[in-house]
């Protein structure tokens, strides 16, 4: 029997029970829609996340001192060790194009003059690449021992009344003595800049670690009584050290990357270097770039999806022992008319061929309802923590095979057992 | 449609049921069913008539002897095959007509061709003409359970018709209609058979098995006798075992 006659007789059968169908389909809307809600979540967030990361960031390469293999993202388990001359000899080597701390300075508040607001998530303190010139909207990046700053757009905007290039502001710092910054750029937009800072939009004051950190590392004692242990009597000097460095390779290609890299590592773990006197096993140096850093998020992203994936698979499971039970009940019920089938002439496959059709239909059905509802689901999800929409295309495609393979499986041994009838018995069935 | 030939024939047929005890259902049966002809088969329950009727429907096939259909040795057959036999030389009519009930009164009627890869232009315009031929042009596109009981049977016997097959098998056709539309469908059959259908009709009511040229009798699994009858429906004397029968005593 033509595919087409089957399909027609099969969609006749479905609409005869529309309520029964509908409730059949309803495990593997589930499932399916479960699967593309998440699917499309995490491209979404995957998207979001990489697309912040401007090309021109690639090239930089974040480091810090942690225990080998600790997990658990940027500057996990991180230890100061980094002096400022290492950095300079760093910027030094040939692979590398500049190479400088980085650094939050814990802040109470900043004044414009008059005004004052709070400000907890304190100074970012960096090199003047850090902030990449393409990324400033008006003025210029700061200069590396200047009393200089560069804002974002929300700590410009919070004051009453906006702050611009050339103004001076007052920072009061967490142990409350303050400092004076000139501000002399503000960024085009207020997402973060690294993976150190993380992406999200939020009020950011960008200064030069000299002369902020070294200042108040110096006076704080920061980076030194940090070191702990045997570091302290090296660290008599009490010299500034960095937790956390950025390193610019030439450019972003992976080979100047790795150059970049490899001879950093060299430099630091060499006895030139001040921090090769606190790394030892427990402690090494890590370099890694955004893309790699995003990595270990996108491990925690697809540990979640593959839970998903599991449950959904589970529904889907339980959708297809639905549809094989209701295909069950509709080979009984409709014996009598595969008798008469039969008796006109049905061949044994073709009978087959229609109530597989008919289990086909089912989860096809569900499938297309399913990716719809997850598409939905997903679009609100992704509206609702504000990122951009991804529709993963390909696994609706996925979603689609998925269905027929359910129908399929889950009509086969009904369609097999209507196939087989006796029509004599059929036709005699009440 | 060729009135000359044999569209049935059995020789020495026997259909044994092994449920505990053997039973024989039919026990030696010869039975030669000539093109155009109108035979009606009478009996008791149990007499073998249902056995007879899937015989000759190939929808079963002989413990021994020989059942040709159409020209074809059913036992010889393969399962494919017989059905295709069954799909293009035999047309059956039930007692409870059997339409399918999600298909309306056109769609039954081409329902054997769509089995035979017609095509569903061709199969529509040939099941209509059908409909035509049995007074049911006005009501091609209704449901079943949108016809009286005389109006389902005439979509039957369209449906017999529909694949032009040596012999229309019709089971009890009155069974479950009232006198008047009981011989409105008989008068049909009549006109059929006048074109040139070869007809075989069960049934346990005399009065319908007159309207036949002629009505086997038959008694435990055998032919009783042969009763040839004339235009009027009057029985011509004699002939206890018919001249193509192998006779009921084997």
Known sequence: MNPLESLRLAWRSIRGHRLRSALTTLGIVIGIAAVIAFVTLGASLQAGVIGDISPDDQRNVYGWAAEPDSEGGPLAGAQPVFTQDDLEAVEDLEDVDAAYGYATLQTQAISNGEETVAQGSGLIASGPSYIREERIAEGRQFEMGAREAVLNPAAANQFEENVSVGENLTVTMLGGQQMDVEVVGITDNSEGLSPFEGFESSPRVYVPTDPYYTEQASMLGIGGGAGGGAGNQSLAGGEARFLAIIIEAESADQTDIDAARESATDYLESDAADASELLDDDLEVQLQTSTELLGQLQDVLNLLQNFIVGIAAISLLVGSIGIANIMLVSVTERTREIGIMKAVGAQNRDVLGLFLTESVILGVIGAILGTGLGLVGGYLGAQYIDLPLVYPLEYVALAIIVGMVVGILAGLYPAWRAARTDPIDALRYE | ?250
């Open chain 2, 1 to 250: 449609m060729a009135s000359s030939g044999t569209a049935v024939s059995l020789s020495n047929v026997r259909k044994t049921y092994r449920i505990g005890e053997p039973v024989h259902a039919l026990d030696g049966v010869s039975l030669e069913v000539p093109r155009g002809s109108y035979t009606a088969i009478m009996g008791p329950s149990g007499s073998g008539k249902s056995t007879l009727m899937n015989l000759v429907g190939c929808l079963d096939t002989p413990t021994e002897g020989t059942v040709v259909v159409g020209g074809q040795d059913v036992r010889t057959l393969g399962d494919r095959e017989r059905t295709r036999l069954r799909g293009t030389e035999v047309g059956f009519v039930f007692q409870t007509f059997n339409l399918m009930p999600r298909l309306n009164a056109v769609e039954n009627v081409a329902l054997p061709q769509l089995f035979q890869g017609v095509g569903r232009a061709e199969r529509l315009e040939r099941a209509r003409n059908l409909l035509e031929r049995v007074g049911l042009g006005d009501r091609t596109d209704h449901m079943p359970n949108e016809l009286s009981g005389g109006q389902r049977q005439r979509v039957a016997l369209a449906r017999a018709l529909v694949n032009d097959p040596a012999i229309v098998l019709a089971d009890e056709p009155s069974g479950n209609l009232d006198t008047d539309t009981e011989a409105d469908i008989l008068d049909l059959f009549d006109e059929f058979h006048e074109g040139g259908t070869t007809m075989l009709v069960v049934t346990h009511e005399r009065h319908v098995a007159e309207r036949a040229d002629r009505i086997v009798h038959l008694l435990d699994g055998k032919i009783e006798r042969i009763e040839e009858l004339d235009d009027a429906g009057e029985s011509q004397a004699g002939s206890p075992a018919g001249r193509e029968s192998g006779g009921g005593d084997e």
